[in-house]
């Protein structure tokens, strides 16, 4: 099974900025070597967990060092109120057909 390259990232934001945070949290421009991303909203809508899928680690990094992704962090900072990230590698679990 092909390795993938994964970064998380939740964040806790503030109440009634679902719609604002949404807005800044998209990338602009699209990141080089970024494959596939999801974005997943608790029910109160005040944590969000973003997993993005990349080509390598040494892509994942340059998106994280560039100035891109530090307007973009700048522009989301003021809805959110915490944060935790991290960079991941797995596979695919095979599931049994049943």
Request: charge should be negative; aromatic fraction near 14%; charged fraction near 35%.
């Amino acid at each position: 099974m092909r390795e993938q390259f994964i970064w998380v990232t939740t964040r806790r934001i503030r109440p009634g900025t679902l719609e604002e945070f949404e807005r800044a949290w998209r990338p602009e421009p699209y990141p080089q070597g970024l494959r596939q991303a999801y974005a997943y909203w608790s029910e109160d809508g005040q944590e969000i967990t973003g997993v993005s899928f990349w080509d390598s680690k040494e892509d994942c990094d340059a998106w994280r060092n560039s100035d891109s992704e530090m307007r973009r962090r700048e522009a989301m900072e003021p809805y959110v109120v915490e944060e935790k990230e991290g960079f991941y590698r797995g596979r695919e679990l095979a599931i049994p057909v049943r």
